[in-house]
């Protein structure tokens, strides 16, 4: 009954399995995602609002903004709230840019018990790195390939 | 007055609709496959990037505003963006634009993270 | 000759002279909470990292576990013990507190029952006097090593089980009162292909209904003939589908089965399975099960707890995930 001899029963018993598995509540997770996400999207935009009363535009205006956002993701997490954000909101508080804040700190709390440097430098970026690595050079081919367009 | 309530209301529907919107296109692909939250986070942000250098982006974030730019995809969008005006100056400026562009974000994220480091712990979670 | 297929019998019948268990805070709201010895209101039980928390209270299920024995601590003659983190260093920081010889085992959450199965084999066969068979593991140090950051907002897919907060130890010796280890069966590693690392529950069950088969032929029983058949952590998805194996190959367990991961918490299905972690089986066993054998209310148990033997580092290469399960049955 080894399974890697018996391919054949390994698939079988593999779609078997998928019967079994517990259903997932689609509907309940998109409502959850969408609510949330869209929530944490107004913030930006009322945080883009008041920072346009004081007086910033353009770039100045959107970098602001996702710094204040940013800040706000990092300290849920210090405070231990975001997780449980996350726990009920799936995506909807992973692809907002508080999600990315959190990717970031999470990893440099958790890991501050192995040392500032190894510990919490080194693995600060375990989650977030993927992000900053794809993010600059597939910035690196947009400009070349604009630039020799 | 009353139009500009109004049109400030409609940008927040907008923001709301959107931003919602990409969430929850990530969450019916969380769903359907088993994508963990670094991969998606990847290839929302990379999604910014190609929309953005084909010129689709740049629509969805005047219409929608920080419905478009809060997303992770709104990150590829300033990366990509950073990019395409880069090119315009030159060689240098396209390499380095990208990643100047972003230089906010990701300045905010590592400050912000040390100094929520110095300060909290993580803790055992019950749930 | 006292073997018979995979499974080796104890003809001189080590006892377990004592047990403990060691829980923690969520896991003492549970079934086990009224029975183990401690119950921790603080997760991190006084220590400055998880790993110290899960060292400190896999030393204090052993030392429990020799005073309430009656041995002093120069007349236990070995150690078996391990836990989930890397090179078992939970077990090995917690062996150096004391003086006699340890010996480290590595089985994922099957380790109580491999630790169980080694002591009785050495206790039966007359090298050694007593022997403290210990495992114990931790939340928070589990998910650190296997899943992310503690802090990071993921969402848990209704397939995952929740790592145990908790230790259990158990003194085996040659002579006196307590139950007995009647026989043991050693495991086999099974590997039906499951590559999902958040259904522990379906990948280990073929390897517990693998143990379970072979124990029930070796012996020539029955499920009928246990008053209770204990796994370690399938979880509600992994007990459903050990049922379904098993009756498959002509043994219905679904009378007798219980699950210690089922049991220890209260389970909704469709959000979550129940506990895991070599913690697990060992707080159950060590406080539930063993309260109510020595009490009577059971005569018969058949004990094999279940491990997924799997690194991040294996899943990492996406390669499907090997189990095992090893059985030893207690009897009054």
């Known amino acids: 009954m080894t399974g890697r001899t018996r391919e054949n029963y390994n698939r079988n018993y593999l779609e078997y399995v998928k019967t079994q598995d517990p259903p997932t509540k689609h509907f309940k997770n998109c409502l959850a995602a969408f609510g949330v996400g869209g929530f944490i999207c107004c913030i930006g935009q009322f945080i883009r609002y008041m920072l346009g009363y004081a007086g910033l535009s353009g770039d100045e205006l959107a970098g602001s903004t996702s710094v204040i956002l940013i800040f706000i993701g990092c300290l849920l997490t210090g405070l231990g709230v975001y997780d449980r954000i996350g726990r009920y909101a799936g995506a909807g508080s992973i692809v907002p840019i508080t999600g990315f804040a959190n990717s970031v700190t999470s990893p440099a709390i958790e890991f501050k018990t192995e040392g500032w440097i190894y510990g919490m430098a080194a693995k600060m970026f375990t989650v977030a790195g993927a992000i900053i690595v794809f993010g600059v050079f597939s910035g690196v081919i947009v400009g070349l390939v604009y630039l020799f367009l | 007055m009353e139009a500009e309530i109004l049109s400030i209301f409609l940008a927040y529907l907008k923001a709301f609709a959107v931003g919602g919107g990409i969430c929850l296109i990530a969450q019916i692909i969380i769903n359907y496959t088993d994508l963990t939250a670094g991969k998606i986070l990847v290839y929302f942000m990379l999604a910014g990037v190609v929309l953005t250098s084909i010129g689709l982006y740049q629509p969805l974030v005047e219409f929608a505003g920080a419905g478009a730019t809060v997303p992770i995809s709104g990150f590829g969008y300033l990366l990509a963006n950073g990019a395409m005006k880069g090119a315009e100056k030159g060689l240098f400026y396209a390499v380095t634009g990208a990643l100047t562009a972003a230089s906010a974000g990701v300045t905010a994220a590592v400050v912000f993270a040390f100094l929520m480091a110095l300060i909290f712990k993580s803790r055992t979670k019950r749930n | ?332």
């Open chain 3, 1 to 332: 000759m006292n073997k018979k297929g995979n499974t080796i019998f104890f003809e001189n019948a080590p006892r377990i002279t004592s047990f403990a268990a060691v829980c923690g805070s969520k896991e003492s709201e549970g079934i086990i909470g009224s029975y183990a010895d401690i119950a921790l209101s603080d997760d991190m039980y006084g220590e400055s990292t998880y790993e110290k928390a899960e060292c400190k209270m896999l030393s204090t299920a052993i030392s429990l576990a020799v005073k309430k024995s009656g041995y002093k601590e120069n007349e236990v003659d070995v150690l078996f013990s391990g836990d989930l983190l890397n090179q078992i260093i939970s077990a090995s920081f917690a062996a150096r507190d004391y003086n006699f010889p340890f010996l480290g085992v590595y089985s994922a959450c099957s380790t109580m029952s491999e630790s169980m199965l080694l002591a009785a084999a050495l206790v039966n066969a007359g090298y050694i006097n007593s022997a403290v068979a210990a495992t114990g593991s931790h939340f928070a140090s589990a998910e650190r090593q296997y899943r992310y950051p503690l802090e990071l907002g993921c969402t848990r897919p209704p397939q995952a089980q929740w790592t145990v907060t908790g230790a259990g130890a158990n003194l085996i010796s040659s002579g006196g009162r307590g139950v007995k280890i009647v026989n043991g069966t050693m495991g086999r590693v099974c590997d039906f292909g499951v590559t999902d690392v958040n259904n522990m529950g379906a990948a280990m069950a073929p390897a517990a209904a693998d143990t379970l088969i072979r124990h029930f032929k070796d012996t020539e029983t029955s499920p009928e003939d246990y008053d209770l058949i204990l796994t370690g952590d399938l979880g509600a998805l992994g007990s459903r589908i050990l049922k379904d194996l098993t009756w498959e190959k002509g043994f219905d367990v679904s009378e007798k089965h219980v699950d210690c991961g089922e049991i220890i918490y209260k389970v909704i299905e469709s959000e979550f399975q129940g506990g895991s972690g070599a913690g697990c089986s060992a707080t159950v066993l060590n406080s539930y099960v063993l309260t109510k054998m020595s009490a009577g209310l059971y005569g018969r148990v058949l004990f094999a707890a279940t491990g997924a033997l799997l690194s991040t580092v294996s899943s990492g290469q996406g390669e499907s995930i090997p189990c095992i399960s090893h059985a030893v049955q207690l009897e009054n």
